[in-house]
């Protein structure tokens, strides 16, 4: 399992953006975001920054959690 810091989010729309942007990343089984954590749980065997990128994509910021 991979967390991801999501930053950017406000609302639910927002954390359903990022989980579908992250749920279309080759490799990913399962995405999980928590808009009051601020964290995005991946399953799976995705590349991190492809990860990275998509949320990105959508107009957030994000990175690799140990």
Known sequence: MLKLKVEGMT????????KKA????????????????GEALVE????????????EAEGYRAEVLA
């Open 11 to 18: 609302c639910n729309h927002c954390v359903m953006a990022v």
């Open 22 to 37: 992250l749920s279309r990343v080759p490799g990913v089984e399962r995405a999980e975001v928590s808009l009051e954590r």
């Open 44 to 55: 799976g065997n995705a590349d991190p920054k492809a990860l990275i990128r998509a949320v």
